[in-house]
Protein backbone atom coordinates (compact mmCIF):
# COMPACT_ATOMS: atom_id res chain seq x y z
CA UNK A 1 0.00 0.00 0.00
CA UNK A 2 2.84 2.50 0.33
CA UNK A 3 4.02 3.24 -2.75
CA UNK A 4 0.49 2.54 -4.44
CA UNK A 5 -0.89 5.34 -6.72
CA UNK A 6 -4.57 6.32 -6.80
CA UNK A 7 -6.14 7.57 -9.62
CA UNK A 8 -4.48 10.67 -11.27
CA UNK A 9 -6.01 13.78 -10.49
CA UNK A 10 -7.01 16.51 -13.48
CA UNK A 11 -4.60 19.20 -12.13
CA UNK A 12 -4.39 20.37 -15.66
CA UNK A 13 -7.51 21.30 -16.11
CA UNK A 14 -7.88 23.12 -13.06
CA UNK A 15 -7.78 26.92 -12.87
CA UNK A 16 -5.03 29.33 -11.20
CA UNK A 17 -7.33 31.27 -9.15
CA UNK A 18 -9.73 29.59 -6.69
CA UNK A 19 -12.34 27.63 -8.49
CA UNK A 20 -16.19 25.73 -7.11
CA UNK A 21 -15.56 23.24 -9.60
CA UNK A 22 -11.90 22.54 -8.76
CA UNK A 23 -12.41 22.47 -4.77
CA UNK A 24 -15.32 19.87 -5.77
CA UNK A 25 -12.70 17.59 -8.07
CA UNK A 26 -10.39 17.79 -4.65
CA UNK A 27 -13.39 17.25 -1.94
CA UNK A 28 -15.48 14.45 -3.87
CA UNK A 29 -12.51 12.46 -3.95
CA UNK A 30 -11.13 13.12 -0.69
CA UNK A 31 -14.09 12.23 1.25
CA UNK A 32 -14.97 9.54 -1.28
CA UNK A 33 -16.06 6.34 0.33
CA UNK A 34 -12.89 4.67 -1.11
CA UNK A 35 -11.05 6.78 1.51
CA UNK A 36 -12.97 5.24 4.48
CA UNK A 37 -12.50 8.60 6.21
CA UNK A 38 -9.04 9.19 6.09
CA UNK A 39 -8.25 8.71 10.31
CA UNK A 40 -4.33 8.74 10.67
CA UNK A 41 -2.25 5.80 10.31
CA UNK A 42 -5.01 3.93 8.06
CA UNK A 43 -5.03 2.65 4.14
CA UNK A 44 -7.42 5.88 3.60
CA UNK A 45 -4.86 8.22 4.69
CA UNK A 46 -2.19 6.43 3.06
CA UNK A 47 -4.33 7.19 -0.30
CA UNK A 48 -5.26 10.76 0.73
CA UNK A 49 -1.60 11.51 1.05
CA UNK A 50 -0.93 9.75 -2.50
CA UNK A 51 -3.51 12.55 -3.93
CA UNK A 52 -1.92 15.12 -2.38
CA UNK A 53 1.76 13.96 -3.33
CA UNK A 54 0.16 13.44 -6.76
CA UNK A 55 -1.31 17.30 -6.78
CA UNK A 56 1.95 18.75 -5.61
CA UNK A 57 3.83 17.45 -8.16
CA UNK A 58 1.86 18.07 -11.23
CA UNK A 59 1.78 21.54 -9.84
CA UNK A 60 5.43 21.48 -10.16
CA UNK A 61 6.62 20.88 -6.79
CA UNK A 62 9.69 18.87 -5.97
CA UNK A 63 9.56 16.03 -2.92
CA UNK A 64 10.87 17.40 0.64
CA UNK A 65 9.42 14.11 3.24
CA UNK A 66 12.33 12.10 4.45
CA UNK A 67 11.20 9.10 2.04
CA UNK A 68 10.37 11.28 -1.44
CA UNK A 69 6.93 13.03 -0.62
CA UNK A 70 6.53 11.69 2.28
CA UNK A 71 7.81 11.70 6.47
CA UNK A 72 6.18 9.34 8.38
CA UNK A 73 5.57 9.99 12.39
CA UNK A 74 4.41 7.40 14.99
CA UNK A 75 1.36 8.36 16.97
CA UNK A 76 -0.45 6.43 19.64
CA UNK A 77 -3.60 5.55 17.91
CA UNK A 78 -5.52 3.91 20.77
CA UNK A 79 -5.67 1.69 24.37
CA UNK A 80 -5.96 -2.05 24.66
CA UNK A 81 -5.89 -4.55 27.59
CA UNK A 82 -2.17 -5.74 28.41
CA UNK A 83 -1.46 -9.09 30.08
CA UNK A 84 -2.12 -9.83 33.91
CA UNK A 85 -5.29 -7.87 33.96
CA UNK A 86 -6.76 -9.24 37.56
CA UNK A 87 -9.76 -8.64 39.77
CA UNK A 88 -10.45 -10.43 42.70
CA UNK A 89 -13.29 -10.21 45.25
CA UNK A 90 -12.26 -11.98 48.59
CA UNK A 91 -10.66 -14.68 46.38
CA UNK A 92 -13.11 -15.03 43.57
CA UNK A 93 -12.17 -14.12 40.36
CA UNK A 94 -13.74 -11.63 37.79
CA UNK A 95 -13.02 -11.81 33.92
CA UNK A 96 -11.49 -8.96 32.27
CA UNK A 97 -13.18 -7.46 29.07
CA UNK A 98 -16.51 -9.48 30.56
CA UNK A 99 -17.03 -8.60 33.99
CA UNK A 100 -15.28 -5.78 34.44
CA UNK A 101 -12.77 -3.50 32.38
CA UNK A 102 -10.11 -0.84 32.99
CA UNK A 103 -11.10 2.80 32.28
CA UNK A 104 -8.91 3.84 29.71
CA UNK A 105 -6.94 6.70 32.32
CA UNK A 106 -6.58 4.47 34.94
CA UNK A 107 -3.73 4.43 36.68
CA UNK A 108 -1.84 0.57 36.09
CA UNK A 109 -0.06 -1.93 38.57
CA UNK A 110 -1.39 -3.71 41.77
CA UNK A 111 -4.15 -2.27 44.10
CA UNK A 112 -4.05 -4.42 47.30
CA UNK A 113 -7.25 -5.92 48.88
CA UNK A 114 -9.30 -2.53 49.86
CA UNK A 115 -12.65 -2.74 51.16
CA UNK A 116 -16.04 -1.04 49.26
CA UNK A 117 -18.36 1.95 50.03
CA UNK A 118 -21.23 3.11 47.62
CA UNK A 119 -21.43 6.50 46.67
CA UNK A 120 -24.33 7.24 44.24
CA UNK A 121 -23.55 8.95 40.81
CA UNK A 122 -20.21 10.17 42.06
CA UNK A 123 -20.90 13.73 41.38
CA UNK A 124 -19.68 16.25 43.78
CA UNK A 125 -20.24 20.23 42.43
CA UNK A 126 -18.02 23.06 43.52
CA UNK A 127 -19.08 25.10 46.42
CA UNK A 128 -19.07 28.13 44.25
CA UNK A 129 -20.60 26.72 41.42
CA UNK A 130 -22.99 28.61 39.01
CA UNK A 131 -25.56 27.92 36.35
CA UNK A 132 -25.63 28.90 32.76
CA UNK A 133 -27.23 32.31 34.12
CA UNK A 134 -24.55 33.14 36.37
CA UNK A 135 -26.64 32.35 39.23
CA UNK A 136 -25.21 30.10 41.95
CA UNK A 137 -26.60 26.12 41.84
CA UNK A 138 -27.95 23.85 44.79
CA UNK A 139 -24.78 22.14 46.09
CA UNK A 140 -24.96 18.55 44.92
CA UNK A 141 -22.37 15.83 46.98
CA UNK A 142 -22.43 12.19 46.50
CA UNK A 143 -19.89 12.33 49.00
CA UNK A 144 -21.74 13.72 52.38
CA UNK A 145 -21.20 11.88 55.54
CA UNK A 146 -18.98 9.29 53.60
CA UNK A 147 -15.71 7.91 54.35
CA UNK A 148 -14.15 6.94 51.43
CA UNK A 149 -9.92 7.24 52.30
CA UNK A 150 -8.49 3.78 50.96
CA UNK A 151 -11.32 2.35 50.16
CA UNK A 152 -12.73 1.24 46.61
CA UNK A 153 -15.63 3.83 45.69
CA UNK A 154 -18.68 2.05 43.43
CA UNK A 155 -20.96 4.86 41.63
CA UNK A 156 -22.91 5.03 38.95
CA UNK A 157 -22.36 5.83 35.32
CA UNK A 158 -24.22 8.72 34.48
CA UNK A 159 -26.44 11.30 36.12
CA UNK A 160 -29.98 10.75 37.91
CA UNK A 161 -32.38 10.00 35.14
CA UNK A 162 -35.23 12.02 36.54
CA UNK A 163 -34.30 15.08 37.14
CA UNK A 164 -35.41 18.11 35.22
CA UNK A 165 -33.67 20.08 32.39
CA UNK A 166 -33.06 22.68 34.44
CA UNK A 167 -30.81 20.61 36.87
CA UNK A 168 -29.25 17.76 34.27
CA UNK A 169 -27.39 21.29 32.68
CA UNK A 170 -26.58 22.10 36.04
CA UNK A 171 -24.92 18.93 36.49
CA UNK A 172 -23.67 17.46 33.30
CA UNK A 173 -20.22 19.30 33.84
CA UNK A 174 -19.80 17.60 36.67
CA UNK A 175 -20.54 13.94 35.04
CA UNK A 176 -17.54 12.64 32.95
CA UNK A 177 -16.33 9.52 34.05
CA UNK A 178 -12.82 11.50 34.34
CA UNK A 179 -14.15 13.80 36.81
CA UNK A 180 -15.69 11.41 38.72
CA UNK A 181 -12.02 9.71 39.29
CA UNK A 182 -10.97 12.92 39.91
CA UNK A 183 -13.08 13.48 43.09
CA UNK A 184 -12.62 10.19 44.42
CA UNK A 185 -8.91 10.18 44.06
CA UNK A 186 -9.27 14.24 45.94
CA UNK A 187 -10.84 12.09 48.93
CA UNK A 188 -8.18 9.67 49.43
CA UNK A 189 -9.93 6.80 47.80
CA UNK A 190 -8.10 3.66 46.67
CA UNK A 191 -10.02 3.33 43.37
CA UNK A 192 -12.98 3.62 41.57
CA UNK A 193 -16.05 1.46 40.36
CA UNK A 194 -18.12 2.97 37.94
CA UNK A 195 -21.54 0.85 37.40
CA UNK A 196 -23.99 1.45 34.06
CA UNK A 197 -26.85 0.42 36.22
CA UNK A 198 -30.02 -1.52 34.61
CA UNK A 199 -31.97 1.97 34.45
CA UNK A 200 -29.51 3.56 31.98
CA UNK A 201 -30.63 0.81 29.12
CA UNK A 202 -26.62 0.75 27.99
CA UNK A 203 -26.12 -1.22 24.58
CA UNK A 204 -22.71 -2.29 26.47
CA UNK A 205 -22.29 -2.15 30.85
CA UNK A 206 -18.71 -2.11 30.17
CA UNK A 207 -17.02 1.31 29.39
CA UNK A 208 -15.35 1.09 26.21
CA UNK A 209 -11.49 1.64 25.97
CA UNK A 210 -11.89 4.74 24.25
CA UNK A 211 -8.96 6.87 23.80
CA UNK A 212 -9.22 10.10 24.74
CA UNK A 213 -5.73 11.29 23.04
CA UNK A 214 -4.45 13.03 26.43
CA UNK A 215 -2.32 10.09 27.23
CA UNK A 216 -2.85 11.27 31.43
CA UNK A 217 -3.90 8.99 33.95
CA UNK A 218 -6.43 10.16 36.37
CA UNK A 219 -3.65 8.88 39.18
CA UNK A 220 -6.24 7.01 40.91
CA UNK A 221 -7.57 3.20 39.75
CA UNK A 222 -10.65 3.14 37.73
CA UNK A 223 -12.76 0.23 36.67
CA UNK A 224 -15.48 -0.26 34.62
CA UNK A 225 -17.78 -3.34 36.27
CA UNK A 226 -20.96 -4.88 34.94
CA UNK A 227 -24.27 -4.35 36.96
CA UNK A 228 -23.82 -8.56 37.76
CA UNK A 229 -20.82 -8.29 39.91
CA UNK A 230 -22.30 -4.58 41.69
CA UNK A 231 -24.98 -6.65 42.87
CA UNK A 232 -22.41 -8.55 44.28
CA UNK A 233 -20.74 -5.72 46.05
CA UNK A 234 -23.88 -4.56 47.59
CA UNK A 235 -25.20 -7.68 48.50
CA UNK A 236 -23.58 -7.37 52.36
CA UNK A 237 -26.21 -4.29 52.80
CA UNK A 238 -28.86 -5.68 51.57
CA UNK A 239 -28.67 -3.83 48.38
CA UNK A 240 -29.55 -3.89 44.48
CA UNK A 241 -28.03 -1.56 41.84
CA UNK A 242 -31.52 -1.37 40.35
CA UNK A 243 -32.57 -0.01 43.80
CA UNK A 244 -30.36 2.09 44.82
CA UNK A 245 -29.88 3.85 40.94
CA UNK A 246 -34.19 3.82 41.19
CA UNK A 247 -33.89 5.95 44.29
CA UNK A 248 -31.39 8.49 43.17
CA UNK A 249 -33.29 8.62 40.17
CA UNK A 250 -35.99 9.57 42.37
CA UNK A 251 -34.56 13.00 43.40
CA UNK A 252 -34.35 11.06 46.95
CA UNK A 253 -31.38 12.07 49.12
CA UNK A 254 -29.59 8.96 50.08
CA UNK A 255 -25.89 8.62 52.23
CA UNK A 256 -23.45 6.12 51.11
CA UNK A 257 -23.17 2.67 51.65
CA UNK A 258 -20.91 0.44 53.46
CA UNK A 259 -20.15 -2.61 51.72
CA UNK A 260 -19.17 -4.43 54.38
CA UNK A 261 -17.00 -7.90 55.15
CA UNK A 262 -15.54 -7.18 51.25
CA UNK A 263 -12.20 -6.91 49.98
CA UNK A 264 -11.39 -6.35 46.43
CA UNK A 265 -7.98 -6.23 45.07
CA UNK A 266 -6.97 -5.50 41.65
CA UNK A 267 -3.92 -5.28 38.82
CA UNK A 268 -4.64 -3.27 35.78
CA UNK A 269 -2.35 -3.22 33.08
CA UNK A 270 -2.92 -1.11 29.68
CA UNK A 271 -1.03 -1.02 26.59
CA UNK A 272 -0.97 1.59 24.14
CA UNK A 273 -1.08 0.85 20.42
CA UNK A 274 0.98 2.73 18.15
CA UNK A 275 0.72 3.42 14.87
CA UNK A 276 2.17 5.25 11.44
CA UNK A 277 1.22 8.17 9.54
CA UNK A 278 2.48 10.04 7.00
CA UNK A 279 2.53 13.82 6.37
CA UNK A 280 3.87 14.91 2.68
CA UNK A 281 5.85 17.66 2.30
CA UNK A 282 6.38 19.50 -1.07
CA UNK A 283 8.77 22.56 -1.74
CA UNK A 284 7.64 25.29 -4.57
CA UNK A 285 11.23 26.50 -5.95
CA UNK A 286 12.53 29.80 -6.20
CA UNK A 287 12.82 31.20 -10.05
CA UNK A 288 15.75 33.14 -9.19
CA UNK A 289 18.60 33.53 -6.35
CA UNK A 290 16.74 33.18 -3.18
CA UNK A 291 16.67 36.19 -0.92
CA UNK A 292 18.22 34.58 2.43
CA UNK A 293 16.84 37.64 4.34
CA UNK A 294 13.53 36.72 3.27
CA UNK A 295 12.19 33.72 5.32
CA UNK A 296 10.27 31.22 3.14
CA UNK A 297 6.31 31.08 3.12
CA UNK A 298 5.47 28.01 4.74
CA UNK A 299 1.69 26.66 3.78
CA UNK A 300 -0.04 23.91 6.37
CA UNK A 301 -3.58 21.41 6.23
CA UNK A 302 -4.80 18.42 7.40
CA UNK A 303 -5.63 15.64 4.78
CA UNK A 304 -6.44 12.84 7.80
CA UNK A 305 -9.99 12.68 9.32
CA UNK A 306 -11.66 10.90 11.98
CA UNK A 307 -12.46 8.01 10.14
CA UNK A 308 -15.76 6.00 9.85
CA UNK A 309 -16.83 5.64 13.02
CA UNK A 310 -15.87 9.21 13.51
CA UNK A 311 -15.09 7.81 17.65
CA UNK A 312 -15.77 10.89 20.53
CA UNK A 313 -14.84 13.88 19.05
CA UNK A 314 -17.27 12.91 15.71
CA UNK A 315 -20.85 14.79 15.74
CA UNK A 316 -21.79 11.79 12.79
CA UNK A 317 -25.08 10.41 14.25
Request: aromatic share 6%; glycine share 10%; hydrophobic share 35%.
Amino acid sequence: MEGKKVESPKVTSTAADIAPADMKQHVTYLASDELDGRLTGTEGEKLATQYVADCFQQMGLVPAGDKDWFDNFDFTAGVALGEGNSLKLNGKDYIADKDWRPLTFSQTGAVPASSIVFAGYGIETPDEATGDDGKKIETYSSYAHLEVKDKWVLVLRYLPEGIDSKRRNELIRYTSLRQKAMIARQKGARGILVVSGPNSKVVEQLVPMQFDASLATSGIPAISITDAVADELLKPAGKTIKELQTKLDNGDLMGGIDCKGLQLAANIVIKQEKKTGRNVLGTLPAKSEPDFHTPPLIVCAHVDHLGRNGGSNSRAK
